[in-house]
């Protein structure tokens, strides 16, 4: 397989990529004059056609979400973009963010453009304030160079990008509850249908983004709809409700491998191909115990799971939520396995909104449970208990509003199921690794 | 029809009617625990414990159940819709929420104002376990210090259903209460220095269907299974709230406002709420009083009676116009009815006023905005007429006398010795006559004040008769927009004092017993504008004066809801 020439990431690490010069010379804003030229239906059907589904976690296909909108609106149409990025493990956005901020902007317009909307807002996490000072910075180039503005590109339309900086809290980075904290409130997730693209922002029609979909559309636009289909993974012919894996993706790879960072590959790489070849394998010549396959709400992949192709269908066949954003984090055999659950769930239950009783209670309930566990008082009905609570919280049961229960919950019924052997021994062997926890916060 | 099957009972509903699951199967008899959801509050579907399972029926009979379960406070039926909330899928969701919303409650019934009526309890020994499987400790949240004057936050015992901030937002539109922290950390709080003070606060009280919110004036005043309940009416502005009035012993506890569509929705002010310590107070007046030329006194009520009887009946044999009496608008349509009848049949000239009229300021409508100013269709009015029955009385007066004398006309035909007999009713708890105004009252041959409280008017007085409040006596009291209620004795008056309408009967001469009912059905009869009161029992939600009477007048006894 030749090596793959990174597109997303091609400017990424050069001198001044973050500059609209620089942009402008590497080819920049062409793909907006492209889209421009077309009806914003042609650009609809493009990104339609490309297979391109949202990088946020869900991997609904974007041209899809757009054709949700309400047909002939005369009101505001508005395009919220979601850099909140909080999901444990993921850093994508943020280097396209802080490296190439044009090429997200550039996106932006051309799906304003599409959707007919004339604002948009992008929501960045509190975190991120390197991304927030280039973001801005780009934002104030387009303003000066006619890109944005009363004008933009000269096409008669208006188009304004706003950058709001969110304040701490993961629960943003669900659409409605990001919708929510952009309108001021407290930033819990809203009660669908009516769903954003209906009455989203301030009662009127929404699309909700991901940042990495926006460079996608940038793309997309570039190189045509042949080029990104060439890409990634087409339909699984035996499932019909598979939209296939098209594109590149951002492979954020972290926790105990050589050689971390953010790779873009093909969609359907697997995550031995990724950990081996392309993060230079374990160090210390340990083995792998689990894979995080896409932020920790995706579950974990045991060690001889780990051939599965990482697409949006490929964790959910070994039992994990999906592939989330793709931010694979390597557990190597020296971690105990209850340890890394009790993180991932002290997580979940810090960040709880605090909405639905049963995910309030719930991911407190399963820390505690977990803190006790790791305290040398475990039982092995514990496991059951944890695994009955796990499985009523969520969505997916019915149980809450919004899927950050779902999130909750998948790692423990994973880690459960997977690694029971691996419990029950730490259960009876009374040991306690009680320790200062690392990651949440 | 549209037609919803709730456990498999099918359940007709309205063409045009918009309903949730919920509502639906209480139609069909079918309890669905919620806490979050309330009627008159938005829908956040936050607390989980409606949780149904949910189906179409295909026109061709086939049931399609969603995979599924929904809340039915968010779920709205239509025609075909099913409704399962007793499957084992759902009791299971119902105990899991149950021990839930238990594991960090405190448990503390026992000291907690709300047992006995808690839903927590209640769905708890109806939905729950029965048992906890936390072996953690729980979380703790200190109790807030101060969240208002009215109102107490144990916030350990809040499960969050948010109903007193959407209140707030929704309703008062305040919004002094708002959620702070996040997860199980979670507790309702006011913004610091801006304390849940506005005039609907009590209502969070209410709506809390746990013991979170407390009423500071009831607070471990009574368990809440010795209270007695009785269905009343708010007399302390012409809006006329449905409420009821909890007792105990004969002391009034607290009121509590009752669901009335046709009066004021589901709430009341606090100005009602806690409105009512005068009769427990100590400038009630708690026995007749009869004062003689010679400054003899007899608090006998088989005495001062037939006394004040003879001397008013004398009275009018002398100079029958310049015999009168005040009506005030605190008396029921009942006692306004039977002073005005007697003294009309005594003599055509007697002359019938009405009482003063307390209005302060303009009505006062909520939700507010942010700076205070009423926001259009307002949610809920606080009249400017503080008295409950202005229009009942005057409607008395004007079909027995065709017009209405203004009390201060009255006063100056006392001045002009044009009355020199007077026949006062007070009752306003406020005060209903100044100093200066009950100086001309010392010009009078004879007055007998028929009163609540000790007033100006009552030292002038010859005949003082201590009247009942509210709480102590039957009767009707028609509200600003001509909507009969009915307001029920729910305590005995104190020591010798006697709710009016008995003192009125007595006074009068009729024979039996003053029974609100049957007078009602008299007045009804006997009145044309308020024929709408023939019905005689005016029912949970009171008759409107312009509805016709559907129901012929009923047999003594017989049980009748008014349509």
Redesign the interface.
Known sequence: MPKFEPVLLARVGKPDSQKLETYRRDGGYEALKKALAMSPEEVTNVVKDSGLRGRGGAGFPTGLKWTFLPKNHTGPIYLAINADESEPGTFNNRILMEDDPHQILEGIAISCHAIKSERAYLYLRFEYGKSYRNLQAAIDECYAAGILGNNSMGSGKKLDIFLHRGAGAYICGEETGLIESLEGKRAWPRIKPPFPAIEGLFRKPTIVNNIETMACVTHILNRGVEWFKSIGVPPDPKNPRDAGSYGPKLYCLSGHVNKPGCYELPLGVTARELIFEHGGGIPHGRKVKAVVPGGISMGFLSADELDIPLDFNGPGKVGCLGLGTAAVVVVDDSISIVDVLYNCCRFFSHESCGQCTPCREGTAWMTKILERMRSGHGTTRDLDLLAEVSGSIGIIPGTTICGLSDGAAWPVKNAIKKFRPEFEEYIASGKKTARVPVGAH | MPTVIVNDKPVEIGADEKLNCVQAAQRAGVEIPTYCWHPALS???????C?IEMGDKKPDGTIAMQP???PAC?TPVKDGTVIVSNSEKVK??QK??LE??L??HPLDCPVCDQAGECFLQDYSYRYGRGYT?????K?LKPDKDYIGDQITLFTDRC??CTRCVRFTREISGTAEL??I??????EIDIFPGEPCNNKLAGNVVDLCPVGALCSKDFLYKQRVWWLQTKSSTCPDCSTGCSIRVDQTGDVVKRLRPRHNPKAQGHFMCDDGRFGWKYIHGPDRLTQPEMRSPQGAKSHDWDAIQPALRAALEGAVTRKASAVAAVLSPWMTVEEAYLLAKWLKRLSPQTRLALGPVRKEGGDDCYPKDVRGKALPNPKFTIRHEKCPNRKGVELILQHFQGSVIPFDTLLSEVESNQVDTLFLTGGDPKGWITESQAAVLGKLKMLAVLDLLKSPATPKAHYVLAGGSFAEKDGTFINHAGLAQAIVKAIRSPENARPDGRILWELSGRRGLFHATNLRREIGQEVPSLAALSVGDLGEHGVLLTERPTVAAPVRGEKVTAS
């Open positions: 829908v956040v579907a936050s607390c989980r414990m949780l599924k379960l929904f968010q299971q969701a899991g929420t839930y919303l594991l960090n499987r936390l072996q953690e400790p979380t499960v969050m708002q959620v922290n996040r997860g199980s950390h979670e």
